[in-house]
């Protein structure tokens, strides 16, 4: 495992990060739903794991283990989004078209 980070080590960050953007943007959609997203955020973060913290990449990354550390944040961060998507889209399959805006950000 090399200790140092290469641009695709940012670049898979980025992809973390780009995720929980989209994450908070439905989130919010799912508040306007009137969806009460304490509760099933709490389960979700749970069951997938929590959204990173704001700080740099150099700050919280595991450097003994840097290619499972960003797959592990990759796949918390997709399997929250996929959580939150199909929620959205079992409380109102309309929400198809709401989510695909999100999507378009």
């Given at each position: 495992?090399?200790?140092?980070?290469?641009?695709?080590?940012?670049?898979?960050?980025?992809?973390v990060?780009?995720?929980?953007?989209?994450?908070?943007?439905?989130?919010?959609?799912?508040?306007?739903?009137?969806?009460?997203v304490?509760k099933?955020?709490?389960?979700?973060?749970?069951?997938?794991?929590?959204?990173t913290p704001?700080?740099?990449l150099?700050?919280?990354?595991?450097?003994?283990?840097?290619?499972g550390w960003?797959?592990g944040?990759?796949h918390?961060?997709?399997?929250?989004?996929a959580?939150?998507?199909?929620?959205?889209?079992?409380?109102?399959?309309?929400?198809?078209?709401?989510?695909?805006e999100?999507?378009?950000?």
């Amino acid at each position: 495992m090399s200790l140092f980070l290469g641009k695709i080590h940012y670049w898979l960050f980025n992809k973390v990060l780009w995720f929980e953007g989209l994450e908070g943007e439905i989130i919010k959609l799912a508040k306007d739903k009137g969806i009460d997203v304490e509760k099933l955020e709490a389960e979700i973060n749970s069951k997938y794991g929590v959204k990173t913290p704001n700080k740099n990449l150099e700050d919280m990354i595991d450097t003994s283990n840097i290619h499972g550390w960003l797959q592990g944040q990759i796949h918390s961060a997709e399997r929250r989004m996929a959580a939150w998507t199909k929620l959205l889209i079992e409380a109102d399959e309309k929400n198809y078209k709401k989510l695909e805006e999100v999507y378009k950000i």
